[in-house]
């Protein structure tokens, strides 16, 4: 009976401190945590709907709306901006990279790349693709009309916030699948995508196949953060934490099993 005891108590201390249990109505948990879950997104409601028609401002300043850079072909829509030092340019180099070197580059798409941050500007967008060019013919670059920018990300469920603790948006990674009608078929998380996700996702968007993702990662869904010590992108620690606490209640139901059927035994 101590075991069981000792059991729920342990238990119940891991899964506070990684968030499954204790208040989860904000983004940061003690000022110190980050609640991914806010940042899933409800693939039932979105799947299929049509994403807003807003206006687009081109890296030449031409203004032109959404649907006309569809242009009859599949899309890859990438929410991100400009100035980020997170995820967003290794999420974006990482599918440049993909399709310069697979059978990708032939293959006939769009990948439309729009910031969400009402303070880029085209100089930030032509800085972006002066750092991390050269990009292939599939990619188009612009800004959302700050009034339209929300009108956009609520039309495919694209959460983001501003951190003032980390200075820094806090969002999604995700690759959106988007018809040349604007319908929306496939959600893709993580920030390095693999050739064969890539062209099944492209296929069932040009067949007008809706797609949804039977599990979600959450790891895949935070903004990693840039670590100057190690030089590297880490996850944050809400998700370690998690891992550890699911991780530890497996050990500890085991333990109090194997202690309950050894007291039978004697």
């Known amino acids: ?23 989860s109505s904000s983004a940061f948990k003690d000022n110190d945590f980050f609640n991914p879950e806010i940042l899933k997104i409800d693939e039932k409601k979105y799947l299929g709907n049509f994403v807003k028609n807003v206006k687009v401002i081109l890296e030449n300043g031409q203004e032109t709306d959404l649907y006309s850079l569809l242009k009859g072909k599949p899309t890859i829509l990438l929410l991100s901006y400009y100035t980020c030092e997170g995820t967003c340019p290794v999420r974006i180099d990482n599918l440049n990279k993909l399709i310069k070197e697979t059978s990708l580059k032939n293959k006939d798409f769009n990948v439309l790349n729009l910031s969400f941050d009402e303070k880029d500007n085209l100089e930030a967008l032509k800085k972006f693709k002066e750092i991390h060019g050269p990009f292939t013919k599939h990619w188009i670059f612009g800004l959302i009309k700050k009034n339209q920018i929300n009108e956009l990300t609520d039309s495919v469920g694209f959460k983001f916030f501003f951190s003032e603790r980390d200075k820094t948006f806090v969002h999604p990674n995700v ?10 078929t496939r959600y893709l998380y993580g920030v390095n995508p693999s050739e064969r996700d890539i062209k099944l996702a492209l296929l069932e968007t040009e067949q007008n196949k809706i797609s949804f993702n039977s599990i979600i990662d959450l790891a895949y869904l935070a903004c990693f953060t840039y670590d100057p010590s190690r030089s590297r992108y880490v996850i944050n620690p809400t998700l370690i934490f998690a891992g550890i606490g699911f991780s530890a209640f497996g050990l500890v139901l085991l333990y109090s099993l194997l202690t309950m059927k050894s007291k039978k035994e004697v």
């Open 1 to 23: 009976m101590r075991s069981l005891v000792f059991a729920f108590l342990l238990l119940s201390s891991l899964l506070f401190a990684s968030g499954v249990m204790g208040p």
């Open 175 to 184: 690759y959106i699948f988007v018809t040349e009608g604007g319908r929306i």
